[in-house]
């Protein structure tokens, strides 16, 4: 569904993806693991086509929504959400003024659009966005306050868990999505990511640790390290980075 | 990677056109003779004609005001020409037929088509163009009911005594140096009158479209709400493009009786100059509406999208025991322009109360100031005031100002004021582009989101135009 080919960008001067490389099929969880500063975040911004970076080289095709491959990296920010890639992103951006409801409306209604189907108006959305939030079993309060700027922390992310499922992309890349959740809230997420996944659709999380990935079990694990993926595992070496750190992969890698 | 594509070039200001007709104008310059040709132009009575030559001496002793947060370069008040209309027009023409159709078709293009085919339904339209009122669509069905929607020329000889005793009470000559050039020089505008207990069957508009090079506009509107009865009135403006200012003075009264209602909305996109800041209208407006009776009402509504600069407080007098008045304004700055805008609400009566929205947005290097009265006299026991100030930023080089400025006489007010400072980023337009949302659509639901209160406070079909128009500007900015 995602094919990204010796992917390269940089920012300003400095060069951060250095030839990332990976396939990720319909129906798979893909998680991206790494020291700080390796890259993880950057490879989920360019991959949606945020303004600071600069692709210097590669080419990340996605099967999307419309059933046919297209080429990310020509497109439009918007119209990579369109075709069906989702970023959860680890700090979402405040959007004061703009009513929740009313965001995720306009959202749904131009992927409508793009679709050729008829747009909700505001009843109709207000029923489906009611089943959404029932069957995650939160957010409803959320849909009141203004995008992102009332929410807390946990609230926030949880926000972002809603998008994605008014959305249904086909590729999620979720973007250190457990930071700042306590307990009970990294359960309620990774439930709800769990849900929402199906033989149609797709995971990329980038975590620092263990706790998400526990709850929602990645197929394949990636290990980023200077701007490129060094080690792809299974999910038994979740424990082992847990335990041991990234050094001892890092070194091999390198060797 | 950035926001920047060609689908956000320097959009067009697509009122920028020039009419071409042939014009009776004056001299350029302003004396007593030239005043007098305007009161005989437009066969006065003479008391109109004694009011016009007080006005101009007095306003020969005044300076103009220089308090505003505005940078200005020197008016040359004798280098303007005080009256043009398109020839054979000094009175207003009997019938549309009479109109140059060129003029009619600069209507149609700017969407306000006057014939009777075409006319906009549900609302009368009066339409002025540079010194003169062209035409007022839909007067014989107001006038069953007793409205009077005609040119203020028109009623200065057909309703004189209405005129007499309204004119200039809401807002007298010497209230500022710009009400005293106006009154001694405005050339037309609209009047209304609605008669006791008369709701106005349909909303009532005047479209005022500035042509003729050097020329200044004056217009004057006074719009009167008799016991019991109420109007909706819409405005809005536009201009060619130029690379000279041109001066725009106006003065707006508006007077509710007993009960009466008075719903005034303004849609100002006059040419703004150029990104560097090279033309554009120099818009000095004065507007008061005075809550005369009782239970009286006056709802301030503008948006103002246009001009080099913007001068403009929309006030209330709150006179009559438990009248209302209220001022919700959207101002918009982008390139060089700037705006001093704001409202005064002078509270006299008991239980009266005025509310108070404003919302500035400023872009690229324009500067935006809000300014503002809330004034609770002696008598003013019970009165309530709330006020809510919210500037958005687009850019870093641009200002936003507010001076909000709070009188109380009295210990028995409530009075709120809320500010807000906010700014539209490259990382919200990102996060909404994230969602599918194009930039346009982003800014389009920020700006709706920012300017809510106020955009669903005008009627309908103006609401659309005015959220097309702020999208558009703001295109320009983000771009």
Redesign the interface.
């Known amino acids: 569904m995602l094919t990204i080919k010796n992917l390269s960008a940089k920012t300003g001067d400095t060069q951060i993806l250095k030839g990332v490389n990976l396939d990720v099929q319909a129906g798979s969880k893909h998680a991206i693991m790494g020291p700080n500063g390796s890259g993880k975040s950057t490879l989920a911004k360019v991959l949606s086509g945020h303004p600071d970076y600069e692709v210097t080289s590669g080419e990340a095709w996605l099967e999307g929504t419309k059933g046919e491959r297209v080429n990310l990296l020509e497109l439009e920010a918007f119209e990579r959400s369109l075709h069906g890639l989702f970023i959860g992103f680890q700090y979402p951006v405040e959007v004061p003024g703009v009513n929740n409801l009313e965001f995720l409306r306009a959202s749904f209604n131009s992927l409508c659009e793009f679709h050729g189907s008829a747009p909700l108006d505001e009843e109709e959305f207000k029923v489906f966005i009611a089943e959404k939030t029932s069957s995650l079993g939160f957010g409803e309060p959320f849909l009141a306050r203004d995008l992102n700027a009332d929410l807390s922390g946990g609230e926030k992310k949880r926000n972002e868990i809603i998008q994605l499922s008014v959305l249904n992309p086909k590729l999620a890349v979720m973007d250190e999505t457990d930071s700042g959740l306590d307990v009970d809230a990294l359960r309620e997420v990774g439930g709800a990511l769990n849900n929402l996944h199906h033989s149609e659709n797709a995971y990329i999380m980038v975590t620092h640790y263990e706790r998400l990935l526990e709850i929602v079990k990645p197929d394949f694990v990636h290990v980023f390290h200077d701007g490129k993926i060094i080690k792809t595992a299974d999910r038994s070496i979740v424990k082992e980075i847990d335990e041991k750190g990234y050094d001892w992969l890092i070194e091999k890698g390198q060797s | 990677?950035?926001?920047t594509?060609s689908r956000f070039h320097q959009k067009e200001y697509d009122a920028g056109f020039v009419t071409k007709v042939d014009t009776d104008e004056f001299p350029v310059g302003l004396s007593e003779e030239i005043i007098a040709l305007i009161s005989e132009k437009k066969e006065e009575p003479d008391f109109m004609l004694d009011l016009r030559m007080k006005a101009y001496r007095y306003w020969q002793k005044q300076v103009e005001p220089q308090w505003a947060d505005l940078d200005i370069e020197p008016i040359d008040f004798q280098g303007v020409r005080y009256y043009a209309v398109p020839k054979n027009m000094d009175t207003a023409p009997q019938s549309l037929e009479d109109v140059d159709a060129e003029i009619l078709k600069t209507f149609e293009k700017l969407g306000i088509p006057l014939s009777e085919q075409k006319r906009l339904t549900g609302v009368a339209v009066d339409a002025v163009f540079d010194s003169v009122s062209v035409g007022t669509t839909h007067q014989k069905e107001l006038a069953e009911h007793g409205v009077i929607f005609c040119s203020i020329s028109e009623a200065v000889r057909e309703h004189p005594a209405l005129v007499k005793k309204y004119l200039g009470k809401v807002v007298p000559y010497k209230d500022n140096f710009y009400t005293a050039l106006n009154t001694a020089v405005f050339s037309d505008g609209s009047f209304c009158y609605i008669p006791k207990g008369v709701k106005c069957p349909m909303d009532l508009s005047t479209y005022f479209r500035i042509n003729t090079e050097g020329t200044g506009q004056f217009e004057r509107t006074l719009v009167i709400a008799d016991s019991g009865s109420s109007v909706s009135y819409l405005e809005g403006c536009t201009a060619p493009q130029r690379d000279e200012n041109q001066l725009h003075a106006a003065v707006v009264e508006l007077w509710a009786e007993d009960n009466a209602s008075i719903k005034y909305a303004t849609v100002q996109n006059w040419y703004a100059g150029n990104r560097e800041g090279k033309g554009g209208i120099y818009n000095f407006v004065t507007k008061r509406g005075l809550c005369s009776g009782v239970n009286s009402h006056i709802s301030w509504t503008q948006v103002e999208a246009g001009s080099a600069i913007t001068w403009k407080y929309p006030s209330c007098v709150l006179k009559g025991d438990n009248s209302r008045g209220e001022f919700y304004s959207v101002a918009l700055t982008n390139n060089k322009m700037q705006a001093d805008t704001g409202t005064k609400m002078i509270h006299i009566g008991k239980n009266t109360s005025s509310y108070i929205i404003s919302k500035g947005i400023s872009a690229q290097e324009s500067k935006n100031s809000y300014r503002g009265l809330v004034k609770m006299g002696k008598g003013a026991t019970g009165a309530r005031n709330f006020t809510q100030c919210d500037s958005?930023l687009v850019g870093d080089k641009c200002v936003a100002n507010t001076y909000p400025v709070i009188e109380n006489q009295n210990h028995t007010t409530t009075i709120e004021h809320e500010a807000s400072t906010?700014k539209i980023?490259?990382?919200?337009l990102?996060?909404?582009?994230?969602?599918?949302?194009?930039?346009e659509?982003a800014v389009s639901?920020?700006i709706n989101?920012?300017c809510k209160e106020v955009i669903q406070k005008l009627p309908l079909e103006f609401s659309v135009e005015a959220v097309k128009l702020l999208e558009m500007k703001l295109e320009e900015s983000v771009g």
Do not use: K
């Open positions: 990677m950035s926001f594509s958005m906010s980023s490259e990382d919200q990102y996060y909404l582009n994230s969602r599918g949302l194009s930039t659509q639901l920020m989101g920012f």
